[in-house]
Nanobody
């Protein structure tokens, strides 16, 4: 599966953005999707994940209550709705996919190119 992340941009603190991760290729197989981010000078970190059906989601503690992950399998797209953004959310956000019928966090073997989110104070 190939992934294309989009939706990043510049936003003021307290604002919101919605990221999209569009999948193509072998989308008939079931796959979980995770969002990760990497800030300048820092290691990549997990943000959120969703299983194939959308019935199971998992979030990093620092985004709970602010970010929501969802998916529309008819459109082969996973979304990350981000609210109450903070300057420390500034990072390149990547989506990743791993084939699994049920798991929220399988091995993520496929990665998109990333989209930059910049939150100004």
């Amino acid at each position: 599966v190939q992934l294309q992340a989009s939706g990043g941009g510049l936003v003021q603190a307290g604002g919101s953005l919605r990221l999209s991760c569009a999948a193509s290729g072998r989308t008939s197989a079931r796959y979980a999707v995770g969002w990760f981010r990497q800030a300048p000078g820092k290691e990549r970190e997990f943000v959120a994940a969703i299983n194939w059906s959308g019935g199971s989601t998992y979030y990093a503690d620092f985004v709970k209550g602010r970010f929501t992950i969802s998916r529309d399998n008819a459109k082969n797209t996973v979304y990350l709705q981000m609210y109450s953004l903070k300057p420390e959310d500034t990072a390149v956000y990547y989506c990743a996919a791993g084939y699994s019928a049920h798991s929220t966090y399988p091995p993520y073997d496929y990665w998109g190119q990333g989209t930059l989110v910049t939150v100004s104070s």
